[in-house]
């Protein structure tokens, strides 16, 4: 810690402790540009500045635990440690190898068994309460508030009504509305994570990390008078009730008036603030990988990321073949061909192999064992779609019989709810799953808070609008959230987006077609996904014959990786463009995405260092503005001293992998 934090801290310790004058805390960043500043009075309260300037205001904070017992009023320190972390840490399945960890810390320890940890970062801050009570604990509720000096515009997605059920019960996909703060509704919520854009293009992030047997917060309008959010947290449901499509949600019927019962011995989740004065550096953010616990699973090196040929967007539309497709032995054969010959590593079975609220009853229309049989002689691995409440009712079953058949993992869906319960049951499948050596893709789910990072078998995860909404959403400007998501919702962890429509089209052509649907936007704009949108499962959603007949995009996607050792973030603007450059051995895969408004941007490729490079581009094509399908590839010979000049159309992209010359 920074010598003027520790003087602040020793010179207001004995002050504290009377807890009946203000006492006040500092913690810096490492660099010195971010202060964390704590008081303690009747509340505990925080606030934020960068380089001088407020970012948040004093931001009071408590537990109320119990039959009403407040933790945090009347504060009375009794111990405070300061600690300076430089480290790093591996992180085989990312956007890189390694993470340093590099913060200063200040945790306070309150009389009544209880403490508040803050770190400060040069790129943020986090916070987080811990207790040290015996047995159990009931938690009523928690008081996290993010207060802001002006009326600063957010991006909040919104809850949505969601099948007739109460508010806590959401798919977590909504496109943001961008609104100053105080156009916020007060009987509305959003969901995490919520970017806040101030003066001097600074950029404020709020999300969570470490979530573990504990509700997911959303945030709230303080007051119509206040320009603040609040944390809300969803009731524990205590009694459930089927329901949704195919009767696969289980839904809140009653909620308590609580949110949380816990070991009165635990660390709560961190709160976590994300500051940014360059838009492209949110990209590229490590926080929430640096705040998560580390891995249980001991040795992962079972654990093999890898692209999917997916079934259900395309709606197992394949044709020119001599068999009817749809759910059966031949068309998931033929889908394993396709894996196959592009080197794909996996194909997902989707709903229709089993009964969707009975793993153990298998469909008549497949043999299962076949199709993985097949799988296996070809080294394509073949994972299972599931509901959650299937899986939840029969897991250990369920996961002893299909990790000895040879499945590979399961793709989990229709969970639709973060409150205490239903986090702590993917916390309990995660480690279940691990002890089979399965993967598990978190679909129907809310954002990642660090998951991936304790359990790193745990490689996909939605929370995000993916491409499946064109299907039956002709309103949505899906260019504009696609030029969002990488700077908010992104920054959380992996996004199980399902990129690679074949069929694209402009805002004026597109149009929501169930079996043989399209994007919005070009070719180019898919393709530069499997850059941009970290996943290290990630999907190939159009079909087979399709992606034949576009056999030199297939090409191209094939060799992008879905892990990498390196990201840099090159430049972008929040809902407008990104450019971003992602490292894999001695390959470089560089890309670009636009929104509606056609631009060009420059990317600078001092990041190849020395050498003489190739680079296989795909851009849009001159007409892509009339055909979004249009596109050009082009071979450059390029080195770090080049600038390429790029022109992206209208919901365009641009995609390019950069080679040392000699290779391939």
Partial sequence: MRKVSLLCLLA??????????????????????LDVII??????????SYEQEPVIRPSSVSLTIGEGEILGDHPILLHAKTASVNSSFLTPIYRKKSVVDKYDELSLEFKGGYGIIYRAYDDGLAYRFFTKRKGDMTVQSEEANFNFADDDTCFIPYVRDFRGTDQYSQSFEANYTEAPISKMKPDTIGFLPVLVRQSKNKKVLLTEADLEDYPGM????RSASEKGLKGVFAPYPIEEMQGGYNMMNTLAAKRAGYIAQVNGTRSFPWRV????TRDADLANSDMIQKLASPSRIGDASWVKPGKVSWDWWNDWNISHVDFKAGISTETYKYYIDFAAANKLEYIIMDEGWSSVLDLMKLSGKINLQEIVDYGKQKNIGVILWASWYSVWQKTDEAFSKYAAMGIKGFKIDFMDRDDQKMVASLYTIAMKAAGHHLLIDLHGMYKPTGMQRTFPNVIGFEGVKGMENVKWTPNDDVPRYDLSIPFIRMVAGPMDYTPGAMRNATKASFRPVNSMPMSQGTRCHQLAMYTIYEAPLQMLSDNPTIYMKEQECTDFISKIPTRFDE???LDGQVGEYIALARKKDHDWFVA??????????????SFLGEGNFVAEIFKDGLNADRDAT?????????????????HLSNGGGWAGRIYPEGGK
């Fill in 12 to 33: 207001f310790t004995a002050g504290a402790i009377s807890a009946q004058k203000t006492s006040t805390y500092h913690v810096k960043s490492p660099d010195g540009k």
């Fill in 39 to 48: 008081e303690t009075a009747a509340k505990i309260s925080w606030s934020v």
């Fill in 218 to 221: 959303f945030v709230g309008l």
């Fill in 273 to 276: 603030v994300i500051l940014s």
């Fill in 567 to 569: 990201t840099v973030a």
């Fill in 592 to 605: 670009a995405m636009g929104n509606w408004t056609p631009r060009d941007l420059t990317i600078d490729l």
């Fill in 630 to 646: 249009d596109y050009k590839k082009e071979t450059l010979r390029v080195s770090a001293k080049d600038k390429l000049l790029i």
